[in-house]
C-alpha cells in the first residue's frame, strides 16, 4: 500500500491561531481525503480532495474552517483555521487504493492537536 | 440511532483469550466490510475486508458478516499482548467511490 506522512505528527496550539497539516503521499492518488478523530468518536470525513479541482466538503464543515490544499497527484494541506479548544483532534489523512476490485481506504499516522 | 454501532470498551482479556469484537449496523445497502486495528499515536492500518456476507480468515483472524442481522464480527484466536489497540469497524455500500462509514472504535487490551 501507499506509504503516507503527516506533518506535523502533534502541535500544542492558542486559540485564535491557525495550523496547516501536510500529507504527502509515495505515489500518485487521485484522491486524497481529511478526516477529524475524536476521542471516543468515529471518524469523521472532514473532506475529499482531487488534484485540480476544489475539495468536497461534508456536511457540517466548511472552506472557511478547513481550507484545503491539492497541487498534485502526491501532496495535500489541510488548515485548522481560527482554532478553538473544540478543534483538538486527531486529524488524518488518507488515500485510495484498489485491492481486490474495489478501492480501499488507507491512513498516514494523523496529526494530534490540542487547542489551549 | 448512528448508522454503525460499536461497544467503545474497554475490552479487557487475558494473552491467549479468543476475543470477539462486534458491530451492528442500519444501512442495508452496506455491501463492504472492513476491520481497522489503530494502535495508540497511530493512524487506522487495514486488517480485512470482506464482501457481503459469510467469513474471512486471515492467520489468527476471522471476519464475519452477518446480513440478515446487520452484524458483523472479528474474531482473535491466541490473543497477544501486541494485539491490544483500538478495532474500528468500517462499512460502504457497493459502486463508485469508496468512502466508508465508520463505528467508534473497540479499546482491546490484552494482558499476560
Known amino acids: 500500500s501507499a506509504v503516507i506522512s503527516q506533518k506535523p505528527s502533534r502541535d500544542i496550539c492558542q486559540r485564535g491561531t491557525s495550523l496547516t497539516i501536510q500529507c504527502q503521499v509515495d505515489?500518485?492518488?487521485?484522491?486524497m481525503f481529511w478526516y477529524r478523530q475524536q476521542p471516543g468518536q468515529s471518524l469523521t470525513l472532514i473532506a475529499t480532495?482531487?488534484?485540480?479541482?476544489?475539495?468536497?466538503?461534508e456536511s457540517g464543515f466548511v472552506i472557511d474552517k478547513f481550507p484545503i490544499s491539492r497541487p498534485n497527484l502526491t501532496f495535500s494541506t489541510l488548515t485548522v483555521s481560527n482554532m478553538s479548544p473544540e478543534d483538538s483532534s486527531i486529524y488524518l489523512c488518507?488515500?485510495?487504493?484498489?485491492?481486490?476490485?474495489?478501492?480501499?481506504?488507507?491512513f498516514g499516522a494523523g496529526t494530534r492537536l490540542s487547542v489551549l | 440511532q448512528k448508522e454503525v454501532e460499536q461497544d467503545p470498551g474497554p475490552l479487557s482479556v487475558p494473552e491467549g483469550a479468543i476475543v470477539s469484537l462486534n458491530c451492528t449496523y442500519s444501512?442495508?445497502?452496506?455491501?463492504?466490510f472492513m476491520w481497522y486495528r489503530q494502535y495508540s499515536r497511530k493512524g487506522p492500518e487495514l486488517l480485512m475486508y470482506t464482501y457481503s456476507s459469510g467469513n474471512k480468515e486471515d492467520g489468527r483472524f476471522t471476519a464475519q458478516v452477518d446480513k440478515s442481522s446487520k452484524y458483523i464480527s472479528l474474531f482473535i484466536r491466541d490473543s497477544q499482548p501486541s494485539d491490544s489497540a483500538t478495532y474500528l469497524c468500517?462499512?460502504?455500500?457497493?459502486?463508485?467511490?469508496?468512502?466508508?462509514?465508520f463505528g467508534r472504535g473497540t479499546s482491546l487490551i490484552v494482558h499476560p
Open positions: 468500517a462499512m460502504s455500500g457497493s459502486g463508485g467511490s469508496y468512502i466508508p462509514t
Open positions: 444501512n442495508s445497502a452496506f455491501q463492504y
Open positions: 488518507s488515500v485510495e487504493e484498489a485491492s481486490g476490485g474495489r478501492n480501499i481506504q488507507y
Open positions: 505515489s500518485q492518488v487521485t484522491m
Open positions: 480532495a482531487n488534484q485540480g479541482s476544489e475539495a468536497t466538503y
